[in-house]
Structures are given as C-alpha cells and as structure tokens.
C-alpha cells in the first residue's frame, strides 16, 4: 500500500508478471510476457467519487513501458575451498531508461479510462475491512480503480542457468515500479531457470575418422502462446 502524505490515507498496488507456460526459458526464442499494474485509491462514497471525478487517481499508473524497469539478474556463486564468493550484475535490460532505442521491441500497451469499483468486487482477503468501512458510514463505498498492462517479447543470450561442484549460476526477472513519494516503489523478483536447449553435453572425446558428426537429438523449438500469471506482489509502505 502507498499514501500520498504522511498521515494520508492508504491506496492499494498490484502487479502482476506474466510469462508463458513452460518450466524453463528458453535461449535464441521470443518469450512473450505482460506486465499488469493496477492501482486503487482509498475507499469513498459513491458521491464523494462523483464530485472529483475529473481530478487524477493517486497513484497513478506507468502511462508508458519504459517508466517500468523490467531487467534479466543473474546470481553467481563461486567456491574455493574454504572460500565462497558471489557476484551479482543485471545482464540484460527488456524495459527502463538504461534499453537502447535501436534495440528495442514494439510493447503493446492498454490504459483504460479509470472506474469506480464497488468495496463488493474487491478480493475476499479484505472482507473484514470492507463490511467495517459499509456499516461505519451506512452508506455504499468503493475505490477509483485503474490499469495499465504492457505485452511484448524478449529473446535471451546468455550463458544458461547451471550448477557445478564450485560454480553456481543462476538468473531472476526483475521488474521495478516506481510511484510518487519517498519509498513508494515496487519490486518484484521472479527466479527463473534459463537453458540451452541441449539435453546431453557434447562429448569430448575427438575422432580420427572423416566421417560427418553424428547430429543431435535436440528438442523442437519452443513455441509459446499461452501466458499465465506466475508472480504477483501487493506491497505496504508504513
């Protein structure tokens, strides 16, 4: 949740992440994903909604994709003995400020106009607050509601997830909503398993004949179509 002043009262942020449906990332293949974000102003009466309707909901959602940070991290884990080392860097940017405009996709972006949404409609995980704010003010309640949701692809290249005896490397998608205000900002972490595509390593030993190498097995190429939500976050600043 976020306020607009210190003693303000609450509004609520969602934001969903969501990728396709497949238990890996693949390497050199577009991955589809939508970005979601949904705000909510605190609860008011329908008519008190009336009379400001004109004014802008706080807060407000991204009106473009690149005020979205959306970044590929990898965690890299090194050990020596009786050593341990690790080393964090983000290797490729998807959306923000720091995305070369000669490198970047086409994002589809939907912005509605924002709605009144009834106290009813909101998630039973808030039931308790919502029949306390109705039978406080005996009178009908609810909150502006808006949305924004980005769609487009990235395709990654880069060493694939792995783990070895002394070496441990793995990957999170990252995404990074800010929002007016000290603090009210949003970050949501997504670990993610990234491969090759090659089910056996390659064998070492080297051949003295001439014959053609034999051709590998490897998986058709991934097609992705579908996307489901695979993280979501509600966050609550004090």
């Known amino acids: 949740m976020t306020r607009r002043g210190l003693w303000g009262e609450y509004s609520r942020v969602h934001v969903e992440l969501a990728l396709s449906d497949i238990p890996v990332l693949p390497l050199f293949s577009d991955i589809p994903y939508s970005i979601t974000v ?5 609860p008011l009466s329908r008519a008190h909604a009336s009379e400001h309707s004109s004014k802008p909901v706080f807060p407000p959602v991204p009106r473009k994709a690149q005020e979205i940070d959306f970044i590929l991290h990898r965690f890299l884990k090194l050990r020596a003995r009786l050593s341990t080392r690790k080393a964090n860097n983000d290797v490729m940017t ?7 405009e000669t490198n970047q996709v086409a994002v589809e972006s939907d912005i509605p106009d924002k709605k009144w949404v009834p ?5 039973a995980d808030d039931k308790h ?3 306390k704010e109705t039978s406080e003010q005996g009178e009908e309640k609810g909150s502006w509601v808006q949305r ?3 769609q487009s692809r990235f395709r990654l290249n880069c060493p694939p997830s792995f783990v070895v005896a002394n070496i441990e490397c793995s990957y999170s998608l990252i995404v990074k909503v800010p929002f007016p205000g000290i603090g009210n900002s949003l ?7 990234i491969t090759s595509g090659i089910a056996d390593p390659l064998p070492q030993e080297q051949s003295n004949s001439n014959d053609d190498p034999d051709l590998l097995d490897l998986p058709p190429s991934v097609s992705v179509s579908s996307l489901f939500v695979i993280a979501c976050l509600t966050f609550r600043i004090p």
């Open 38 to 42: 949904t705000t909510s102003t605190p």
């Open 94 to 100: 998807i959306l923000g400020d720091k995305k070369e």
């Open 119 to 123: 106290l009813a409609s909101i998630p």
């Open 129 to 131: 607050e919502k029949e």
């Open 148 to 150: 924004a949701t980005f």
């Open 187 to 193: 970050k949501l972490e997504v670990p993610v398993t």
